[in-house]
């Protein structure tokens, strides 16, 4: 019998043409370097409690079906300033508009509209000897986390919920994907703001806060037809040093309420300096620790927007 190798595998990620219709993800959608990855099928299964001449009961049925995928890749931008990152089709799945200058930038935004959002057909690859098979989700939306710590790699943490397919065992179609080479930036030379006060800090964690639902159809094989986003609430957390209060009281800010300006920007060679921006970043807790012996305060951020029309609460760029 062959033996899976659960450090030799890929991910696929193709945008679907239609909402839930699976399409067919090539090498040019693969070049994404993860790890960590974890898929937990998500099946009901319905017992038949009859009453019977004894207490065996008849085998149960199926019901619906889907899969959640967990996931990290590297912040790492594309080959030069305003071409795509690897993770592209993953944050538009995300819920996530996206704006390409070239050969400045690509920024992605906040979409709302169901009809704006998109899926994605999600290919799990793992090779079992010589062969490879295939774990697949379809109508797949996720919610996404970056973590730009100075003490590891920069990474993006992607949760996905999609439609069950059955696993298959497919011809390795991925053989050399285009990964990009150049690897993400140290967090180092960072700049992180917050009110105009440069934090000294070792990075920044965001969360989109993506809440993602399946929408069920009984027309459907598996009993759903694709996810949507249906709710968002994007925050931050960062903890900078201990300031006197004549510089910055982190406190005040909550007790006033008071929202300002959030840029966290690492990077230093075109094409792969990541920056997330919240304009109206308003403090919802302010802690206090230490880091050593030295006095730190935790601060957590709810990303508000900005004007009356919204979405505009954060921004993610690549430049």
């Known amino acids: 019998?062959?033996?899976?190798?659960?450090?030799?595998?890929?991910?696929?990620?193709?945008?679907?043409?239609?909402?839930?219709?699976a399409?067919?993800?090539?090498?040019?959608?693969?070049?994404?370097r993860?790890?960590?990855?974890?898929?937990?099928?998500?099946?009901?299964v319905h017992e038949r409690n009859t009453v019977e001449a004894e207490f065996s009961q008849p085998h149960a049925i199926p019901g619906m079906?889907?899969?959640?995928?967990?996931?990290?890749?590297?912040?790492?931008?594309?080959?030069?300033?305003?071409?795509?990152?690897?993770?592209?089709?993953l944050l538009r799945a995300c819920g996530l508009s996206e704006a390409i200058i070239v050969p400045t930038s690509v920024t992605y935004s906040e979409v709302a509209n169901e009809n704006s959002q998109?899926?994605?057909?999600?290919?799990?690859?793992?090779?079992?000897?010589?062969t490879v098979k295939r774990y697949r989700l379809t109508?797949?939306?996720?919610?996404?986390?970056?973590?730009?710590?100075?003490?590891?790699?920069?990474?993006?943490?992607?949760?996905?919920?999609?439609?069950?397919?059955?696993?298959?065992?497919?011809?390795?179609?991925l053989t050399a994907p285009p990964y990009v080479m150049a690897g993400p930036p140290p967090v180092v030379s960072a700049t992180i703001t917050l009110m105009s006060q440069t934090l000294r800090c070792v990075g920044y964690e965001f969360d989109l806060g993506n809440k993602v639902?399946?929408?069920?159809?009984v027309n459907q094989a598996s009993g759903y037809l694709h996810a949507v986003v249906v709710d968002r609430l994007p925050?931050?957390?960062?903890?900078?040093?201990?300031?006197?209060?004549?510089?910055?009281?982190?406190?005040s800010k909550k007790t006033t309420p008071t929202v300002g300006e959030f840029i966290g920007s690492i990077g230093s060679v075109a094409g792969n300096i990541f920056r997330i921006r919240a304009p109206a970043a308003q403090v919802m807790a302010a802690g206090f620790g230490t880091r050593g012996t030295r006095g730190v305060r935790p601060l957590n951020l709810t990303c508000r927007k900005l004007a009356n029309a919204g979405g505009d609460a954060m921004t993610l760029r690549f430049t």
């Open 118 to 130: 998109v899926t994605v057909t999600i290919d799990v690859y793992r090779r079992v000897g010589a």
């Open 23 to 32: 399409v067919s993800p090539a090498a040019v959608d693969a070049g994404i």
């Open 235 to 251: 925050t931050l957390a960062v903890t900078p040093e201990e300031e006197l209060a004549a510089t910055v009281e982190w406190l």
């Open 213 to 217: 639902e399946l929408r069920e159809d």
């Open 1 to 21: 019998m062959a033996v899976a190798l659960m450090e030799i595998g890929q991910i696929g990620v193709l945008v679907e043409t239609v909402k839930g219709t």
């Open 34 to 44: 993860v790890w960590d990855i974890g898929l937990e099928e998500q099946i009901e």
């Open 139 to 173: 109508g797949a939306m996720g919610n996404v986390r970056a973590v730009c710590l100075s003490d590891g790699v920069p990474y993006f943490e992607f949760t996905f919920l999609g439609v069950y397919n059955e696993p298959a065992d497919v011809a390795d179609l």
């Open 65 to 89: 079906r889907s899969y959640q995928l967990t996931f990290r890749s590297e912040v790492v931008g594309g080959t030069s300033a305003g071409s795509r990152p690897p993770m592209w089709q």
